[in-house]
């Protein structure tokens, strides 16, 4: 019963937040996949494989999300010198100063949501979290946040 009540929370919590993070998405003209994608390389170039396994999406849901970065000017994407049938994707300036302000904002959004709650609680919670992604091997750097 402990694992459903888990999940229960869990998925509340998430339907929380998710309402407040997509009005603050919407401003800043993203999707949650392409901030994700934008906060995962904010950490260093990538191969769109590495972003499909990181993110949990698809590889076609991956290259749809690449080519709307790219055509909004977010990232690059070049031929990958050591594997010929694939590419490296990298940040623009223009995509590390919207990952920048975007996180920050959804960072924002998500203290004020959980204002209430003493900062403590906060902590534990998201450790106790975290030990249940590493012990199901999802530890992705994507779960420590947009912008690291």
Do not use: F, W, Y
């Not at 031929?79 to 960072?107: E, F, H, M, P, W």
């Not at 209430?116 to 779960?143: F, K, M, N, R, Y």
Request: net charge negative.
């Amino acid at each position: 019963m402990s694992s459903l009540s888990l999940a229960q929370h869990a998925v509340r919590l998430q339907t929380l937040l998710e309402r407040h993070i997509a009005e603050v998405l919407k401003q800043h003209g993203l999707s949650r996949s392409e901030l994700d994608v934008l906060g995962a390389l904010a950490c260093g170039e990538a191969r769109p494989q590495e972003l499909s396994a990181q993110l949990l999406l698809t590889t076609g849901g991956i290259s749809n999300i690449l080519r709307r970065l790219e055509a909004d000017g977010h990232i690059t994407r070049e031929a990958n010198a050591k594997d010929a049938r694939s590419n490296i994707v990298r940040l623009t300036a223009q995509g590390k100063a919207i990952a920048q302000q975007t996180g920050d904002a959804v960072t924002d959004v998500i203290d004020r949501v959980l204002g209430a709650v003493e900062d403590s609680l906060v902590e534990t919670a998201a450790d106790q979290l975290h030990q249940v992604l590493i012990a199901l091997g999802e530890d992705a750097p994507v779960h420590r946040g947009p912008t690291h």
